[in-house]
């Protein structure tokens, strides 16, 4: 098969296989609750919070923001409480998958299974922690669902946060493909910027929290993937060598 041909596609997670991030806005606020804090993010505060990647870096901005003067010799007391109040959070969110409160967007299981049959290879790289992946995919795949992934990059082994494209080029070494053989999806600019980074053709789905983001470079973007099929990636990684030499000029790139 030529290195160029058409073989994996990669996927980014919150945002991108599904509609995740008013799901886990609810679980952060429940966990402010439990923990007695009066934190609250209302929509507007968390799409601005999700400029920065990752739960735990996102509370400790926040904490950052309404505490000027947070200090902590040492650091244990301040990672002790984020990491206390990310337990919270995420046993929150996993309830509210578990009760139906998140699905995956429209056109993604069926793109999913027709790629695995096709004998195309398919990748999770997210920065999104591997208890949210579990419980999301186990929930709208099922208990199976680790069958149609060949390669699953996240939180645990992959700790720097995107923009970096340090789980993009994981996932490709794993894969044993360059980036040229695959397309990723994403949903962010920050996630579209890692992407990039590691030479990747990138299809963009943004959703509500994601819509006013910047998506200079990326290969194309669309509203879902509903309506797309194997025979529309086949044909628009083909025009991704054309794409890398516009991108080469995007500074995001």
């Not at 963009?204 to 998506?215: E, L």
Request: hydrophobic fraction near 45%.
């Amino acid at each position: 098969m030529p290195a160029s041909e058409l073989q994996a596609l990669i996927f980014d997670v919150d945002g991108t296989l599904a509609d995740t991030e008013s799901a886990h806005r609810a679980a952060f606020n429940q966990a402010f609750s439990a923990m007695g804090l009066d934190w609250f993010w209302d929509e507007a505060l968390y799409t601005r919070l999700l400029d920065i990647s990752g739960g735990k870096e996102r509370l400790l901005h926040h904490w950052r923001q309404v505490q000027p003067d947070l200090q902590d010799i040492g650091g244990a007391g301040v990672r002790d409480t984020i990491a206390r109040l990310h337990e919270f959070k995420t046993a929150a969110y996993e309830r509210a998958v578990q009760d139906g409160a998140v699905q995956l967007r429209p056109g993604v299981l069926r793109l999913i299974e027709s790629a695995s049959q096709a004998k195309l290879r398919l990748a999770i790289a997210t920065t999104t922690s591997p208890v949210n992946i579990a419980a999301l995919l186990r929930k709208a795949i099922g208990p199976d669902w680790k069958q149609y992934f060949m390669v699953v990059e996240d939180a645990s082994t992959a700790p720097i946060k995107k923009p970096h494209p340090q789980v993009y080029l994981q996932t490709l070494a794993r894969l044993h493909l360059p980036a040229a053989s695959c397309l990723a999806f994403e949903d962010s600019s920050n996630g579209l910027r890692a992407a990039l980074a590691a030479g990747l053709a990138t299809l963009v789905t943004p959703n509500g929290f994601t819509a006013h983001h910047d998506f200079t470079g990326a290969l194309r973007i669309l509203p879902t993937l509903q309506s797309v099929t194997l025979a529309h990636l086949h044909a628009w990684h083909a025009e991704a060598p054309a794409w890398r030499l516009a991108s080469s000029l995007f500074p995001s790139a």
